[in-house]
């Protein structure tokens, strides 16, 4: 039982407020939401409100929250802690509770009137006399140092005892004041503008991994290990350009389609041509580009263990000018067993020559159990630098290992419950929302994890050339499944959780679906199914969005 908390991780100016703060927490339901250090600006003033309380069922306080020694002397109130200074925490809480009604009256999308309001002092280090009263602050208006086991009954029975006040919020107004004060419905100017300083920080993040990779110049065969976020498909694209700038010829390989295009679009804004790998793309394509045969694309065995047999034996045929000096492998994870003899054919020195690979078991969505058939010294990535820690904290139970969540504070994470067969059109109204409310379309993808989206289906109607060049068109949002969105992202992801084909790999396909969005994440699906593949951390942490 904890509420929600914004931001996630507040500054406080005292130690006594961040006490409070986290003690109240801990004893209010998951349905309330407390928000801390809430600024209001207009002409007159800027006033701050220390923690504002909204609970559904009960109502919206507003808390002044004052640490040291208070006392009330000759009429005025007093804080000693060092010094001794005249404050006035009734006024503060007063006008605050007024700028935030005001607030609201003022706000466009607020439409429930005015919200049942109470101010209160809490006085975390203090123990009020006994009989103490205050004109301006009745003994029920005040928490002190007594009381804070007992803060949000406190909050509860001022509510509850409030004279001439509307109805208390339902859970459905509590989320609309939240959205009103910190919610992602922001014009679509400073929308674009925020993704593009997130982005900038995320990637300012990401090069600071570098420093693995000066550390290993002088390894040659490495395996690097991480969870979602953690930047391996930029270090795997720097690891190649690098070995490339040494005059070595590099293929940068990966399994996927959509991975691969974005890999070869990121290859072509190095400035330096001379920099780019001479292969980049598809495990197989690189086999077709040998001169294989291309299979049917429904010819599973071809794929999987026919063409890699061939592409042994090609290699086995080319000059030393086609083979490579180094392969860089991104989600290889992906690979099969039978894969890797053709990875070390593709080297000139099969024995010696440079392999570096990048992986995360926890992503290990097909069925296949590949391992490097050579030995790979492994180095481990610890920290999550793109999802937000609202987002990161959702799947952080799903990885392999415990990661340090960098990625910044945002808004949380949307959980919208319905029936499994409803996710999917559950789903495409909550992404036409977002584009409603100023999202870029190039921003937004909408993610399955079973049918695809009609969309989908129609677009690979076209061909898969079509169909993932839409990735970066910016007339529409991306329509995918979590399969083939592995190692891409978005600022926005709207997840269906419409079914399993296989719920032996659910987890896994839960894990890459949760961790594709950067700064918002919405999902849509029945809680129950969310908790049977994913666990009770997973569905705790939706559950409380609601």
């Not at 809490?122 to 009989?131: K, Q, S």
Request: charged share 25%; aromatic share 8%; hydrophobic share 40%.
């Amino acid at each position: 039982m904890t509420a929600r908390m914004y931001p996630a991780d507040p500054s406080f100016e005292s130690k006594a407020e961040e006490l409070f703060a986290n003690t109240l927490r801990e004893q209010l339901p998951d349905d309330a939401v407390m928000i801390c250090n809430q600024r209001f600006t207009d002409r007159g003033a800027d006033r701050e409100a220390d923690v504002i309380v909204a609970w559904p069922g009960h109502g919206v306080a507003v808390l002044e929250v004052k640490g040291g020694s208070v006392s009330l002397r000759d009429g005025r109130w007093w804080q000693t802690g060092g010094r001794s200074k005249a404050i006035h925490p009734v006024e503060q809480a007063l006008k605050c509770k007024y700028a935030l009604r005001d607030y609201l009256y003022a706000a466009p999308r607020w439409s429930r009137g005015n919200p049942r309001l109470v101010h209160l002092v809490a006085l975390p280090t203090t123990t009020l006399p006994g009989g103490f009263v205050a004109p301006d602050a009745p003994r029920w208006a005040l928490i002190d140092k007594t009381e804070l086991s007992e803060a949000a009954g406190r909050i509860a029975s001022a509510l509850r005892q409030a004279e001439n006040q509307p109805e208390p919020p339902t859970a459905d107004d509590v989320e609309l004041l939240v959205d009103c004060l910190v919610g992602t419905l922001i014009p679509q100017a400073d929308l674009v503008a925020q993704l593009g300083e997130r982005e900038a920080a995320v990637e300012l993040l990401t090069r600071d991994q570098a420093r693995l990779l000066d550390f290993l110049e002088s390894h040659d065969r490495v395996e690097i290990r991480g969870g979602a976020g953690s930047g391996k498909t930029w270090l795997a694209v720097e690891k190649a350009r690098r070995l490339t700038a040494e005059g070595k010829r590099v293929a940068l390989l990966c399994y996927s389609r959509g991975l691969a295009e974005f890999l070869r679009r990121r290859v072509t804004t190095m400035l330096n041509p001379r920099h780019r790998p001479a292969y980049v793309g598809e495990f197989h394509e690189l086999g077709i580009a040998w001169g294989a045969e291309r299979g049917d694309d429904d010819n599973s065995p071809y794929w999987e263990q026919e063409l890699p047999r061939q592409m042994v034996a090609r290699a086995s045929q080319l000059p030393d000018a086609e083979l490579f000096d180094a392969v860089v492998i991104d989600e290889a994870q992906d690979f099969d067993q039978s894969w890797w003899p053709a990875v070390l054919a593709a080297l000139r020195d099969p024995e010696n020559g440079c392999l570096y690979v990048f992986s995360d078991e926890g992503q290990r969505v097909f069925m296949r159990q590949g391992q490097s058939p050579v030995p790979l010294e492994s180095y481990d990535l610890v920290q999550n630098l793109r999802n937000t820690k609202q987002i990161g904290g959702t799947f952080s139970s799903l990885a392999k290992a415990q990661m340090k969540l960098l990625g910044g504070d945002g808004v949380p994470v949307q959980f919208v419950p319905c029936a499994t067969d409803d996710a999917l059109q559950v789903a495409d109204d909550v992404a036409v929302g977002l584009l409603d409310v100023g999202w870029p379309s190039e921003s937004v993808a909408l993610l399955t994890t079973y049918r695809r989206h009609p969309v989908q289906v129609e677009r690979q109607a076209a061909g898969q050339d079509a169909y993932w060049a839409s990735y970066w068109d910016d007339e529409d949002l991306f329509y995918g499944h979590v399969l083939g969105f592995k190692g891409l992202e978005r600022p926005a992801v709207v997840l269906a959780i419409n079914g399993f084909r296989d719920e032996a790999r659910a987890r896994e396909m839960l894990y890459v679906g949760l961790s594709r969005a950067r700064d918002l994440l919405v999902v849509c699906g029945d809680l129950e199914l969310i908790r049977r593949v994913g666990g009770d951390a997973v569905a705790h942490r939706l559950g409380i969005q609601r």
